[in-house]
């Protein structure tokens, strides 16, 4: 955990909208366990007044500019532009200066070795998996359902095949891969591997309907959540979401920066779950 | 310009009194934007700032408001946290043996649902010999019991000063609401009733709407609004308080820089407060103190008092 004050370097339009970028972070990738995020403030000057938290996508070296030289260690995020802070960022050069804090909060659990890794992610909620993913492959098979409205919202599934992961894309208008959504893929995915265990990343709307998929099929699930966040560190508590058992009467927050963002199904309180909240941008697409 | 003289160490001497607490600096973090200072601890040296404020304590835990609680406005942002906090007794439980390790004063932020709960949380904070002072939140707009209705009324805001009062035997800093119409009234109503010294300001109450979907960004409709937006309004209500009271005033509200800090200093501030800053930059603080230094430096001036309450009118 440490904040870096460092530089991009490269930031590239992968699909329309999505850019990939990556950071100099010396030391970083020793502490960076999947699902972990890092806070970044995208411009030195005000505004934007707050950080952004994104996903780590993987961490790795690229060798130096010409022979000799050191190995650069990088941290690699796939973004999507939304509004102001990403605008910012997809301006942003190789040699710019940006501050990123991190590695933040609790990422995936392993689980158990014996079941099936089945990995569900919707549009940019796919970040998270790919260090989740290269942790788990070593130990036996891992698929990837994906999910995204149209063929622009896939991305990286190359880089999953490269690790040896089976990938299946669905797209809500059929632009690629199964005309659908990925739940339905992982309905069929849960009845021929009954004793699979899943970990999903995506839309509030996409994990309450795979939460209620992996209840009906009795598999464990952990969850990535988006909250807002100003602190990324546990010290505002502006970023908790609904914890087990939370009613109006005896509501019980878990701090999703510290707590999370990871939560297994049932540290959570999926009746009321953000939905009605509208905290969770991914609503609103 | 003034004479100089050296300290001992050739530096200049940064550090202040407030209500008998020493601080060897006079920044410390705002309560409620630094937790309970473990969780800023791996970004910088806590050791290094006057003090640590903790998040506002109650008497029971307190969950909190519904989510969505904060949302970025124009240099700003507002938030509606509803004072959650782990309790008085989890406070010394579980953070306190972090604080009790860190060589620097620790301040108690605190409020009650009701004038009773006040004077108990008072007393128990009392009995705690590692706080070595603490900040009575009559002003928070973000919860509909207690908070700031005490901090809106002078008649209340005194009573609840004069009930704490009597229940600690430790410094007692008032932290003040600016929403209020003069606060002047109200800084003098708590100096009268027995506060040692005054924070002035807490958050502005605010409201923001998603233009989308019509509705309200926070599920509290309101919230408290705070960082770079709000610091002229606290400067000017810093300067107003100074002139009002003889306490010494903490200054509150938007400090980033530390030109913004050195701003409240002049107005009479005898310590500031860092709270959103905190979040953009977890090193504000330490920033902060070392151009604070810089500045005396620069000036020819070898003690933070020559700059305290320098504004030529
Ligand atoms: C743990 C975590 C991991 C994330 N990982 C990724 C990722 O890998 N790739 C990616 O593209 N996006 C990710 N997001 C969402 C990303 O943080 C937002 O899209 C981004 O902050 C929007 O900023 P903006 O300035 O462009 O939008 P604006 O709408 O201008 O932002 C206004 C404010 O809302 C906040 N905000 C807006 N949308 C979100 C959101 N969905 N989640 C949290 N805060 C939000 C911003 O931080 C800012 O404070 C993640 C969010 C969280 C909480
Ligand atoms: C997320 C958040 C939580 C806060 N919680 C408290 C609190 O518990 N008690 C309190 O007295 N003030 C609280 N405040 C107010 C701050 O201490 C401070 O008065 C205000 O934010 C203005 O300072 P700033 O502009 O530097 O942030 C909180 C502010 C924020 C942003
Ligand atoms: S973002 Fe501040 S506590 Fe989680």
């Known amino acids: 955990m440490k904040n870096y004050k460092t530089i991009v370097l490269s930031n590239q339009e992968i699909s329309p909208g999505y850019f990939r970028m990556r950071l100099l972070t010396p030391g970083f990738s020793e502490h960076a366990r999947p699902g972990q995020f890092l806070m970044m403030r995208v411009q030195r000057s005000l505004p934007p007044l707050l950080r952004r938290p994104f996903g780590i996508f993987r961490t790795g070296f690229m060798p130096g500019d010409c022979e000799g030289m050191e190995p650069k260690e990088y941290t690699e995020i796939l973004y999507k532009v939304v509004g102001r802070g990403t605008s910012i960022m997809a301006d942003l050069h190789r040699g710019d200066r940006v501050e990123v804090l991190g590695p933040l909060g609790r990422g995936f659990d392993a689980g158990d070795p014996g079941r099936e890794k089945i990995l569900v992610g919707g549009g940019i909620g796919l970040v998270p998996l790919y260090m989740l993913a290269d942790s788990l492959k070593p130990a036996g098979s891992v698929r990837l359902l994906m999910g995204g409205r149209t063929r622009d919202d896939i991305l990286a599934v190359t880089e999953f095949e490269r690790l040896g992961v089976e990938t299946y894309v669905s797209t809500d208008d059929g632009s690629l891969g199964e005309e659908g959504f990925v739940t339905q893929v992982l309905e069929r995915k849960l009845t021929k591997y009954p004793r699979a265990m899943v970990y999903a990343c995506g839309p509030m709307p996409m994990l309450d309907a795979v939460y209620r998929i992996c209840r009906k099929h009795s598999v464990p699930l952990q969850v990535s959540l988006e909250a807002l966040m100003a602190c990324g560190v546990g010290a505002c508590l502006g970023c908790v979401v609904k914890g087990a058992g939370h009613t109006e009467e005896t509501p019980r927050y878990l701090c999703s920066c510290k707590e999370g963002p990871v939560f297994r199904a049932e540290q959570l309180e999926w009746t009321r779950l953000g939905l009605e909240d509208g905290y969770c941008e991914g609503c609103k697409s | ?313």
Do not use: W
């Open chain 2, 1 to 313: 310009m003034q004479e100089r003289r050296c300290t001992e160490s050739g530096r200049p001497d940064l550090s202040v009194d407030i209500a008998g607490i020493h601080l060897k600096n006079p920044v410390m973090p705002a309560s409620g934007t630094f937790g309970y200072g473990e969780e800023y601890a791996p970004y910088l040296d806590v050791e290094k700032i006057g003090a640590i404020v903790t998040k506002g304590l109650s008497l029971k835990p307190k969950a909190g408001n519904p989510t969505p609680r904060i949302a970025e406005t124009i240099s700003g942002m507002l938030n509606a946290i509803g004072l959650q906090n782990v309790g008085v007794d989890d406070f010394v439980k579980y953070k306190l043996p972090f604080l009790r390790e860190v060589n620097t004063p620790v301040i108690a932020n605190f409020f009650g649902n009701t004038l009773t709960e006040y004077g108990e949380v008072a007393k128990r904070l009392s009995d705690i010999p590692e706080i070595a002072g603490v900040e009575l939140n009559i002003s928070c707009p973000n919860v509909k019991k207690g908070g700031i209705v005490f901090g809106t009324d002078p008649a209340a805001a005194a009573e609840v000063v004069t009930l704490v009062r009597k229940n600690l035997s430790k410094p007692l800093i008032v932290k003040l609401t600016p929403n209020v119409t003069d606060i002047t009234v109200i800084a003098r109503a708590v100096e009268e009733a027995g506060a040692d010294a005054i924070s002035c300001i807490n958050t502005l109450t605010g409201m923001a709407v998603d233009v989308n979907t019509r509705r309200p960004r926070l599920a509290n409709r309101t919230g408290g609004l705070s960082g770079p937006a709000i610091r002229p309004v606290a400067l000017r209500m810093v300067h107003q308080v100074v002139q009002a009271v003889k306490v010494p005033v903490i200054g509150v509200g938007g400090i980033v820089r530390p030109m913004d800090a050195i701003e409240f200093l002049i107005v009479g501030a005898r310590a500031v407060q860092v709270g959103t800053a905190n979040f953009v930059d977890p090193q504000a603080m330490i920033t902060i103190i070392e151009g604070i230094e810089e500045f005396l430096i620069d000036e020819g001036l070898d003690d933070i008092d020559q700059l305290i309450g320098s504004l030529e009118l």
